[in-house]
């Protein structure tokens, strides 16, 4: 989903750069820009930055889960050390907890 939202981000920021570019002239070897510019230059921030976000997310996740995935069987961690129980009774409810030491 990460690497989906990125791309699409992605490609609406290079849209929305294009708006820009044909907004703006070279002058002198300077750009200069109108103010029609000034929507797509900050859209295209926008959608550059949520992209890069996207991206960075989607690829962390897919490399913890695949670090999930091959690791080890072993090196998992044992049962918890604290087991709830609940008991019902006609009259009350309880909740108990059961610790190893």
Same mark, same amino acid.
């Given at each position: ?10 490609? =609406?920021?290079?849209?929305?750069? !294009?708006?820009? %570019? ?11 820009? !109108?103010?029609?510019? %000034? ?14 976000? !996207? ?14 995935? =091959? %690791? ?17 009774? %006609? ?5 108990? =907890?059961?610790?190893?030491?």
């Amino acid at each position: 989903v990460g690497v989906g939202t990125g791309v699409v981000f992605a490609l =609406l920021a290079n849209g929305a750069r !294009s708006d820009a %570019r044909a907004a703006c002239a070279q002058l002198d070897g300077a750009r200069v820009c !109108s103010t029609a510019a %000034r929507g797509p230059l900050n859209r295209d921030r926008r959608d550059s930055l949520v992209a890069d976000i !996207s991206l960075g997310l989607g690829v962390a996740a897919a490399i913890t889960g695949l670090v999930l995935l =091959l %690791r080890d069987r072993s090196t998992r961690e044992a049962a918890p050390a604290v087991v709830p129980e609940a008991v019902v009774t %006609r009259t009350r409810v309880e909740l108990r =907890l059961h610790a190893r030491f």
